[in-house]
């Protein structure tokens, strides 16, 4: 633990930076759950506490998968995390294998 906590490349770093990031996330921390539909070996849902809304979703497999944004809103990625930026494109987004994707809903 000593070597990782001075590497900040290690994943106790990239462990940490995440759970800071979450912290300052109240909707995520603390907001409903709300899951929508996905690809097979993928992950989305819905966090939300008052005006704050975070889709969260997570590719398990090892190819590529395109989630849509839920109808009616807009999608804005978020950084900060410690994972790629996922990008908009239309109404979906496309997460590559084994990733992560954390977007501001309006």
């Given amino acids: 633990v000593n070597l990782q906590n001075d590497d900040p490349a290690s994943v106790l770093s ?27 070996d993928s992950l989305a849902f819905v966090r939300s ?10 590719n398990f497999s090892d190819e590529p998968v395109s989630i849509q944004v839920p109808r009616g809103q807009t999608a804005r990625g978020l950084g900060g995390h410690g994972f790629a930026t996922a990008a908009v494109v239309g109404d979906a987004f496309e997460l590559a294998p084994r990733q992560a994707a ?5």
Wanted: hydrophobic share 55%; proline share 5%; with cysteine.
């Fill in 14 to 40: 990239a462990f940490k930076a995440f759970v800071a990031w979450r912290r300052k996330r109240p909707e995520i921390m603390h907001g409903d759950i709300a899951f929508l539909e996905a690809p097979a």
């Fill in 49 to 58: 506490l008052d005006s704050l809304q975070t889709l969260c979703a997570f």
């Fill in 102 to 106: 954390y977007l501001a809903l309006t």
